[in-house]
């Protein structure tokens, strides 16, 4: 893959992440506040309350990731790992294309 649809995968998987934020953040901030009567319902709510605020957060994580990514790409500095400099392999882009690191030092830092 080269950079320019390199920069075109970033720029779509940008856009479907920011749908997904957006949508989790409505749910989060946004829905009903009634409480139910129902303690067991209440126990699913809560957890999908925290299954969602995971999302949320993990979007935003990766929304930084992204723009990161694609500062590296203007700055033609794109595919190298960000802790030991050497080349990020071609499939690990294809899955992780805003990755910054390389598959060692990613499994490094856990
Ligand atoms: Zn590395």
Excluded at 63 to 74: C, S
């Amino acid at each position: 893959m080269d950079l320019t649809q390199r920069k075109k995968q970033l720029q779509d998987l940008r856009q479907e992440i920011a749908l997904r934020v957006a949508r989790t953040h409505k749910h989060l901030f946004e829905k009903d506040t009634a409480v139910s009567a129902n303690f067991s319902e209440q126990a699913v709510d809560l957890a999908n309350e925290d299954v969602v605020a995971a999302l949320d957060e993990e979007g935003h994580r990766e929304l930084d990731l992204i723009d990161k990514a694609q500062l590296r790409i203007n700055e033609d500095v794109y595919g190298t790992c960000l802790s030991c400099g050497e080349r990020i392999l071609e499939q690990r882009l294809d899955a992780l294309p805003f990755t910054p690191n390389c598959v060692i030092c990613a499994e490094k830092a856990g």
